[in-house]
């Protein structure tokens, strides 16, 4: 039996059309990869697009505004007054503890070197004097340049001040013109308009449950920090700016599973400018209180808001910052779990598996 050749006809508007696919698959990426930090911004006021509208829905029913507008801007204003008068009461604190730190470095750096001092003895004991040598040298060098840390400072400040802003405005047009477009989307979904509408229902439900989630875990550990730092300070009579503290514990609670790491090296060091034992105090007691949230309740409130399994949680915190630092671990944990449904009502829908599994 002899076997028959067969030849394959590619026609010209087949190689036409895997060129301009090509092409436009390379321009995206092109894109993407330039605009990076944009997508991160619009992906960011996506989330919190999603966090904020059960309040500006609530808002809107209890009041009985017909604008969505008018809503998102009551919404807005409740919110910023409250970051605003926390900030209020806090950066004052935070300036004169700075100015004073730096007024009492060269006190500190010189009892490090008096060999009379409790200090200077531990320097003497370990033979530390090089490494205090080495500390001097660079606060001297920072202080005398002082004006190019200052410039590098302001203009970070400012581009974090941009993108507050952008996500702001981003973040009040999603919730505004959100609805519309969702809706939009529903008349033009077909025969899949019961699906397409459950399925935003439970993406909706795990990115307002994260954010939620975050807001719990750091408000239970600037909770603990509030009470230890207080009774400590109490204790050994050191005057210390607990509210400041406990401020700087709940925001950087909100980045999962390393923003109370972060905060805690945050709080150590500023105890350390103050007393060393409150300093070590407070070392034990945040170190302790990490080692229970991460095997008890954190991965139990993320696996519980987001409908995954706290090594997913794990997982995919470790390739958002793999991917995009601290602001990648932030979205990384929603993404994952609106990935998740997706894949589960896709293989429900082709009865691959059953609604209940």
Known sequence: MEDQGRDLTISNRTIF??????????LLLKLFTKSY???EL????FIFAIAL???????SHSLRIKS???????????????????????TPSLAEQTINYAKNLPTTISDLQNPNTGAGRFVNKYHLNNQVNSIQEYAKSHTTNLHIPVFSTASKIGNVLEAIVIVLVLTFMMLVEGPKWLNSYMKISFGKRDWHARLAKKMNRIVSGYINGQILLALIGAAFSFVTLAIASSI???QINTLALTVIIFFTGLIPLFGHIIGTIVVVIACLFVSWPLALIMAIALTLYLQIENITFQPYIQAKYNEITPLLVFISALIGIAAGGLFGAFIAIPFAGCIKVAIEEFLVQRKLIDTKS
């Open 236 to 238: 050994l009579n050191v």
């Open 68 to 90: 969505r507008g008018i809503a998102t801007g009551i919404a807005y204003i409740v919110v910023i007054g409250i970051i605003s008068y926390i900030l209020i009461l806090v």
């Open 53 to 59: 509208n059960p309040v500006v829905s609530k808002i």
């Open 17 to 26: 059309r895997i060129i301009i696919i090509l092409l436009i698959t390379y």
């Open 42 to 45: 619009i992906f960011l006021s």
């Open 37 to 39: 930090y944009i997508f």
